[in-house]
């Protein structure tokens, strides 16, 4: 099983501000199965990107993924206040099980 | 669009069987997409539970393999999570959700259904 550390557990940053969120995995990932998710509090998770880069429909493009192998990154350019959420990696290899990081916290300094 | 929605008992005694059903509307459930349950204790993080395509092929999570059975029912449109033996332990939130067969990633989530394992 793939497991997922994601660094740092909270940041703490102001709106207009970039983000750089973390990934790591214990082995590698192929691009094409690495997501971000962001998850606010009440609400279910909802995908930011896939394949490692690839936007999900509607999402702003101040938010880009990339990376490869084991080290993966979830940048957010220019914060909004709607920004400040928990963020998750996720692998989806060629076989279950699919593994979720342990989230970063976002939050407004 | 494709909407999921959760439905199920918000309680469940210990020993006992948690069951669940996601209801798949604004699409077909017989489509190239696997359809998933994720579940999330109060305060923690995501866990991946199983899958299903339309055909009745599954993925189960190994940690969680004995205990689990997903089900579809193509005539409702819909799949079920059954988890026995449950604890404390299994209470969480659980969501269904759609993994996108080109992207591969989970790109349709239910609003999420709580439960909660007590006697």
């Known amino acids: 099983e793939i497991v997922l550390t994601q660094s740092p557990g909270t940041l703490s940053l102001s709106p207009g501000e970039r983000a750089t969120l973390s990934c790591r995995a214990s082995q590698s990932v192929s691009s094409s199965y690495l997501a971000w998710y962001q998850q606010k509090p009440g609400q279910a998770p909802r995908l930011l990107v896939s394949g490692s880069s690839i936007r999900a429909t509607g999402i702003p493009d101040r938010f880009s993924g990339s990376g490869s192998g084991t080290d993966f990154t979830l940048t957010i350019s220019r914060l909004e206040p709607e920004d400040f959420a928990v963020y998750y990696c996720?692998?989806?290899?060629?076989?279950?099980?699919?593994?979720f990081g342990q989230g970063t916290k976002l939050e407004i300094k | 669009q494709v909407q999921l929605q959760e439905s199920g008992p918000g309680l469940v005694k210990p020993s006992g069987t948690l069951s669940l059903t996601c209801a798949v509307s604004?699409?077909?459930?017989?489509?190239?997409?696997?359809w998933s349950w994720v579940r999330q204790p109060p305060g923690k993080g995501l866990e991946w539970i199983g899958e299903i395509y339309h055909s009745g092929s599954t993925n189960y999570n190994s940690s969680l393999k004995s205990r689990v059975i997903i089900s579809v029912d193509k005539s409702k449109n819909q799949f079920s999570l059954k988890l026995s033996s449950v604890t404390a332990a299994d209470t969480a939130v659980y969501y269904c959700?759609?993994?996108?067969?080109?992207?591969?990633?989970?790109?349709?989530w239910g609003q999420g259904t709580m439960v909660t394992v007590s006697s």
């Open positions: 959700a759609r993994r996108n067969w080109v992207s591969h990633a989970f790109d349709i």
């Open positions: 996720q692998q989806y290899g060629n076989s279950p099980p699919y593994t």
């Open positions: 604004g699409g077909s459930i017989s489509t190239s997409n696997w």
